[in-house]
């Protein structure tokens, strides 16, 4: 199918009622041409970081400065290349609400593979099923996916460590060109004493084991991280390192599990591993730092300057409780700053597309993106749009139902910029997989009488369903009369609106978290909890009722998208297993 970009340039032309106000950024020729040599004094305003993105976003063919080396599990052949490793998807889902379909984990794999990154940790394959094959499906489809020079990114699933859980995950991404199995087990003496209960030299027989396990299933490329690491013993920690990588780890990823450390302290850590680790030599040396002090980036940077050559970091910093180390920034920060500052360092990544990724994540999961977020908030560009030169992929139908949107619109605003048609895109384009569409909606409410709500639904075998309602208030009569038509029954716990522009007739995005009340459930990678997912639902529009029950039908859509991917694999199993007894 056909694809274009659409930016608001193309539309501006055919707004015919309205004064369509584009804020395309203009360059001058310094940018324009690549041959001239790019100055960054013409924009006094910008950040450097900014400068950067804009640059390359109007240069989308500028080759890169520094070739991506060959890809060896334990060498990097370049002493100055830092591996850029991607657990969005695994510890980034972990944020509350973030849950993610098989679909959008999919289109965030493919996404991050535009973006270039070296790893994607795709998910925990042993916490469900659901995980498991969306794991699968990344390995295969992206796991695969080699470009003209040759790049693919290596595709990772975690496991904690025993014998199930490394099975599970090598299963999952074994379909991959580069398939990792990523291993855990926590080493700090709290940990010991009171998670696991083990004493160190049991640990230390776990850890050693269950590595070569790994490597014995087949997997060349094996990475393991002592939990808790910034609060364990050194001693201990580097006997533990020394004989994971005598078993055959490739990769030693250090965390600082509970966000507490300094970036003067991450990085002596990682130095102090790098001279006192036997053995370090044949092993690539990782970071995972967690935000909770809002330090996340700077030990990020303190370790990759200390030796580190690999760092695990997320869209937009999302994870459990404060999140990671966030994509964008430790990559900028390398960009702007690698040659001169932090000793040659570099990185792989097409920067064009940290946008578009950011807003994908942002839409996917619903976790909006503060506008003070370095890099990729909306305050880091509030002078300057030439980030949206990024532009939007779109086949020829979703251009087609966002022109149209695009015309409603400025038939009734004055004025259209481009905050509204990134409304409008995120509508169309972010959304789950339609189980049920929203045809009309008709309330009536005031002070005069009961809200009242009519809806004309049209479910996936094509017919239409009509409900009405009463409630405290259109919002709340418009969604007892959706439940009546899907009859699903869930909690809503949470609801926010915000408007993308000023002005009265702004249009208004919305999103809303909801439970099923037979949760899903799935284990958490780190306790190994159960946890019950959550499911969220974004939408836009200018009428803020119209908008709100988009976003509830969207987020009943990715349920029950979920619910029926689970039924089927649930039929498949049993069937295998009946045809298995009838032929024994």
């Not at 935000?291 to 695990?312: K, P, W």
């Amino acid at each position: 199918m056909a694809s274009s970009i659409l930016t608001s340039s193309m539309l501006a032309p055919f707004s015919s009622s309205s004064s369509f106000k584009s804020s395309i950024f203009l360059p001058p020729t310094s940018l324009l041409f690549p041959s001239s040599k790019p100055t960054f004094s013409s924009y006094p305003s910008q950040s450097f970081a900014k400068s950067f993105l804009i640059f390359s976003s109007l240069n989308p063919n500028l080759p890169s400065p520094l070739r991506r080396p060959a890809y060896v599990p334990n060498h990097i052949p370049d002493p100055n290349y830092v591996r850029i490793f991607d657990t969005t998807l695994r510890d980034g889902e972990q944020s509350p609400g973030a849950t993610l379909t098989s679909k959008e984990k999919l289109d965030i794999a493919r996404q991050l593979a535009k973006l270039g990154v070296d790893i994607i940790e795709a998910g925990f394959p042993a916490a469900s099923k659901d995980d498991f094959e969306a794991v699968k499906a990344i390995a295969k489809e992206v796991g695969n996916a080699v470009d003209e020079k040759g790049y693919v990114p290596v595709i990772c699933g975690l496991s904690r460590c025993n014998e199930k859980d490394i099975e599970t995950a090598w299963e999952a991404v074994k379909y991959a060109k580069r398939p990792r199995i990523h291993t855990f087990i926590a080493t700090s003496g709290i940990h010991l004493e009171y998670k696991l209960r083990k004493s160190k030299e049991e640990v230390l027989d776990i850890a050693r084991t269950m590595v070569r396990f790994a490597r014995n299933l087949g997997c060349k490329d094996v990475e393991f991280s002592p939990e808790d690491a910034g609060r364990s013993d050194r001693d201990f920690l580097y006997e533990i390192l020394g004989e994971v990588i005598k078993a055959g780890a490739t990769t030693l990823n250090i965390p600082d599990t509970v966000g507490i450390t300094m970036p003067s302290e991450f990085g002596q850590l990682i130095a102090d591993i790098k001279a006192n680790t036997p053995g370090i030599e044949n092993a690539i040396i990782s970071t995972h730092c967690q935000n909770d002090l809002g330090l996340s980036t700077a030990n990020t940077l303190a370790g990759a300057c200390a030796g580190a050559r690999q760092v695990e970091v997320t869209i937009n910093g999302i994870g459990e409780r404060a999140g990671n180390a966030s994509l964008e920034e430790v990559v900028m920060a390398l960009k702007c700053r690698g040659e001169h500052v932090l000793g040659g360092l570099y990185t792989g990544i097409n920067t064009r597309h940290i946008v578009m990724a950011s807003k994908m994540v942002e839409d996917y999961t619903g976790l909006h993106v503060q506008p003070h977020k370095a890099i990729v908030g909306a305050n880091a560009f509030a002078h300057e749009s030439g980030i949206h030169q990024l532009g939007y992929e779109l086949d020829d139908e979703q251009l087609g139902n966002i022109f149209w949107r695009f015309k409603a619109v400025a038939e009734q605003k004055k004025r259209v910029n481009d905050a509204d048609l990134i409304a409008l895109l995120s509508d169309e384009v972010f959304q789950p997989e339609v189980v049920w569409k929203l045809n009309d909606l008709q309330v009536t409410c005031g002070t005069l009488g009961l809200s009242t709500a009519t809806i004309k639904l049209t479910g996936a075998d094509g017919r239409e369903h009509v409900a009405c309602s009463v409630g405290t208030g259109p919002v709340d009569s418009a969604y007892k009369a959706v439940d009546l038509i899907i009859k699903e029954p869930v909690t809503l716990l949470e609801y926010s609106m915000n408007a993308v522009t000023e002005g009265i007739d702004a249009i208004a995005t919305t999103r809303v978290l909801i439970g099923a009340e037979k949760g899903h459930i799935s284990t958490h990678a780190l306790t190994g909890e159960l946890v019950y997912r959550t499911f969220s639902g974004t939408g836009a529009g200018m009428d803020i009722v119209v908008s709100s029950v988009k976003a509830y039908i969207g987020a009943l859509n990715k349920m029950l998208g979920f619910k029926k991917q689970y039924r089927t694999k649930a039929s498949i199993e049993r069937t295998a297993v009946s045809a298995l007894e009838v032929k024994q």
